[in-house]
């Protein structure tokens, strides 16, 4: 199964990377903030083409279609082109993010880093890998000596979930924190130890299942803010190398 997601992913890649920088038609979903283009829908079709050929019984959630409900143990979890701000305004820094997950739990996932080339995969009890290299967290155990990453919720005006405050604690006590816009490239970040850790609120199932998987095979530690086990639904999102999460958890409470 790994090796259908990996081709899937490298299709997919392939449609995003030929419309970058070209024409295409750009939507809104819930604001002028949350985009969607033409090259989204064209990246979900393909993927969505490919499961029904090769899994035609299994069920499948995806960014832009919603849920596909059938009667399956598997479920597929879809986000065709993480990062469509970026795209849409040429900022090379976007992904394709597949996770799939038997009676609940998540067994397999992939994110392709689509402009550096990187196919970031993870299979459960298998280990995480980068181009079929595997990679683990670093051994940082300082937040002070942290570099971190985060994203805002295209409602950030509303400022849900502290996320400012949040965003301006945890800024104050590590070395640096950084803003990519695709939260599975962020999770695989974490994974390679680019990253000392990620955390986000008002994420989404998509957003978070193949990241999940990455990070963990990697070493990494995913959680909600306090600690407490999370499924691909929990909005509040901690991911990292394992040694500082418990300073970032205290980080958190603002």
Not at 165 to 170: N, T, W
């Amino acid at each position: 199964m790994i090796k259908d997601i990996l081709e899937i992913s490298e299709i997919a890649g392939e449609i995003i990377r030929d419309g970058f920088g070209k024409n295409f038609q750009i939507e809104y979903k819930t604001n002028e903030k949350n985009l969607v283009t033409e090259i989204d829908k064209k990246s979900e079709k393909a993927i969505m083409d490919f499961i029904k050929k090769k899994y035609p019984a299994h069920a499948v959630l995806a960014e832009e279609s919603g849920e596909h409900k059938k009667d399956s143990e598997y479920l597929w979890v879809v986000d065709p082109l993480d990062g469509t701000t970026n795209f849409a305004h040429g900022l090379p820094i976007f992904s394709v993010s597949i996770g799939v997950m038997k009676k609940n739990e998540i067994i397999a996932g992939v994110v392709y880093d689509v402009m550096q080339n990187i196919f970031y995969s993870a299979e459960k009890g298998s280990g995480a890998f980068a181009n079929g290299k595997k990679i683990k967290v670093n051994g940082n155990d300082k937040l002070e000596l942290s570099v971190l990453v985060t994203g805002f919720p295209y409602n950030i005006a509303d400022a849900p979930d502290k996320a400012f405050p949040r965003f301006e604690s945890l800024t104050k006590k590590a070395r640096a924190v950084r803003r990519l816009g695709s939260a599975a490239i962020d999770f695989c970040y974490v994974a390679r130890g680019v990253f000392d850790g990620y955390w986000e609120v008002s994420l989404h199932p998509w957003d978070i299942c193949a990241g999940k998987l990455i990070v963990e095979e990697a070493g990494g530690l995913v959680t909600d803010f306090n600690g407490n086990a999370i499924n691909i639904f929990t909005p509040q999102i901690l991911a990292s190398n394992k040694k500082i999460h418990q300073q970032m958890i205290d980080g958190l409470k603002v």
